[in-house]
């Protein structure tokens, strides 16, 4: 089998609520996404999707993702796409750096797999564990009073597990903070995520001032020294998202002691195939992680399902649905919210079907 040709296609996905906002007055109100359809000369299809946080959360954004990948594609045309391995090491050898540009071929190729192989991802990854993956709910930053009451609504479409956006004022995140909590139930999860937005003198004020609430810490400060400083200064469960963007950060933030959790993207560590490595590492070496990606559709939301599902259970902290956020659906399958959980698509490959309707032209074929 021999990659034939790569279709590039962009898609708006408007966000149901309207805007998301987060650390440092940081907000999007209509997320960038690309899809990349591989067709082969056996009349294998894979799809892939890269959809960044805005271009001012990692390093990386939407036109970048698709001026990346046509400098990756003449590397890849002709090579057999079910040779994952061997097209990863191509990737980055052809463009180093710049991770998000290969999650969506890499993503691609196991769809294609997968169909050759008539099963689907999670089972390549090592099959299914329990019935489905527990997701959390992002509450977007606004009033302390607002998220608290945006809360109490999730709660009734299922989920048990927020991630309240933090990262700004210290004195309205510690309320933000306290009045979420008081929200919540017993055995409910909540995750303060400031997502880099606070300075050190920053973060330690509130961290001190909730050190009596359950609830977890996720990235205070931009750098890993500031972030690592700060888990040595509490006794608060702490997660790393935006330092964690490859295996050797990893083992670096594990050999530190630096994490409690970890947040495993997709794309932001280069694709399934990394991610997937990244998985097994945590698990065997006892970290729970929250596995999803930067943002997407429902092709995102359907490789997020396979690798979360095929984790065991105890190391899923939590996962994502993100095509529940957003009002465009690109894709049939997908995984579909269902009291607070999702389950991986059983159809092999990714198990979903483009809506072409939705896709539209594409931007940019390579043949």
């Known amino acids: 089998m021999k990659i034939t040709k790569i279709s590039v296609y962009q898609v708006d996905l408007p966000l149901k609520e309207g805007r998301y906002s987060w650390a440092d007055g940081k907000f999007v109100e209509c997320f960038d996404s690309t899809v990349v359809e591989i067709s082969t000369d056996a009349g294998v299809t894979g799809f892939g999707e890269v959809c960044p946080l805005g271009p001012f959360y990692l390093p990386a954004y939407g036109p970048g993702a698709r001026t990346g990948i046509a400098e990756l594609a003449p590397h890849i045309m002709g090579e057999d796409p079910t040779a994952v391995g061997r097209i990863e090491l191509i990737m980055d050898r052809a463009l180093l750096g710049h991770s998000y540009v290969k999650s969506a071929l890499d993503m691609a190729c196991w769809d294609i797999l997968g169909k050759q192989a008539g099963l689907p991802v999670s089972q390549l990854f090592g099959g299914c564990h329990g019935e489905a993956v527990d997701l959390y709910r992002a509450i977007s930053q606004e009033d302390p009073e607002t998220m608290a009451r945006k809360i109490l609504g999730y709660r009734d479409e299922g989920y048990r597990k927020f991630q309240l956006k933090v990262g700004g004022n ?11 909590r008081k929200a919540l139930d017993g055995g409910e999860v909540l995750v303060a995520d400031a997502n880099t937005g606070w300075l050190m003198h920053e973060a330690a004020r509130v961290i001190d001032a909730v ?23 509490t006794a608060r469960p702490f997660i790393l998202d935006e330092n964690i963007d490859s295996l050797q950060a990893f083992l670096r933030a594990f050999g530190d002691g630096a994490v409690d959790a970890i947040n495993l993207k997709i794309s932001k560590v280069g694709g399934l195939s990394k991610a997937r490595r990244l998985r097994d590492l945590a698990v065997s070496l006892g970290v729970a992680m929250t596995i999803e990606d930067s943002w997407g559709g429902d092709i995102v939301t359907a490789a997020i399902a396979h690798l ?60």
Do not use: W
Request: glycine fraction near 6%; charged fraction near 30%.
């Open 170 to 180: 210290p004195d309205a995140d510690i309320e933000r903070i306290r009045a979420t």
């Open 211 to 233: 050190s009596d609430l359950d609830v977890y810490i996720e990235q205070p400060c931009k750098s890993y020294e500031e972030c690592l400083t700060l888990r040595r200064r």
């Open 308 to 367: 979360a599902h095929s984790t065991p259970a105890r190391f899923r902290f939590s996962s994502t649905d993100f095509n529940s956020y957003v009002k465009v659906s690109t894709a049939e399958g997908a995984p579909q919210r269902v009291d607070g959980k999702m389950k991986a698509p059983q159809g092999p490959g990714l198990g979903i079907a483009p809506r072409r309707e939705s896709l539209g032209d594409p931007v940019a074929v390579y043949d």
